[in-house]
């Protein structure tokens, strides 16, 4: 694995318990097909499988995990994993959009950065967590991150429970899963800020 050194990754962060509630609850959940060419103006092909847990429409100054706490008790792994999260960092945070994201082969993800402000990029985190079953190598899948000239300085497996957490915003990307993989490549997604 390389890990740049704006990226924590962490295969112990989320109990073994925790991680198979979460991987079960996240494997029944609904995806919708998007395509982000509407919101984003990136490309007309740029879709994948997305459902919004928790979202706010004023990211800048809204904290949502009082509403990940009003959801259905089968969706509490989720907000577990997030407090755990959240207290793996030695400053605050807050939470402003948890969502889950999926790949299958041919929808592949879209190099990005998380938030359109350069200015605000610098206190914005990312931490997903690779909610499938088991992985496989060859089934690709992998996260890249990449510097500010577009050489990649982070490339991580979706190994099932990984939680990778990626500082300040650069560009990044989840790439294709290959066309042997047997099943969606499934990452819950929390974005939030230091405060």
């Not at 050194?5 to 609904?30: F, G, H, K, Q, Y």
């Not at 000239?149 to 290959?178: C, F, L, N, Q, W």
Request: with cysteine; net charge negative.
């Amino acid at each position: 694995m390389l890990v740049g050194s704006n990226v924590r990754v962490s295969d112990t962060l989320i109990p073994e318990a925790l991680c198979e509630s979460l991987i079960e609850c996240i494997s029944w959940m609904p995806l919708h097909f998007l395509n982000r060419w509407e919101r984003f103006k990136s490309h007309e092909l740029d879709m994948h499988w997305y459902y919004p847990v928790a979202f706010s429409e004023t990211p800048y100054t809204t904290d949502i995990e009082p509403t990940l706490a009003e959801l259905d008790s089968s969706l509490h792994p989720i907000l577990e994993a997030w407090r755990l999260i959240k207290a793996s960092h030695d400053y605050p945070v807050r939470l402003y959009e948890c969502m889950l994201g999926a790949n299958t082969f041919g929808t592949e993800g879209r190099l990005h950065q998380d938030i359109a402000e350069a200015s605000e990029r610098p206190r914005h985190r990312t931490a997903l967590v690779y909610c499938n079953k088991e992985w496989k190598v060859a089934w690709a899948g992998e996260t890249l991150v990449f510097d500010d000239d577009m050489e990649i300085t982070s490339a991580v497996m979706p190994k099932p429970g990984r939680v990778m957490i990626i500082d300040g915003d650069p560009a990044h990307v989840g790439r294709s899963v290959s066309r042997i993989c047997p099943t969606d490549r499934r990452v819950l997604v929390f974005k939030y800020w230091a405060v």
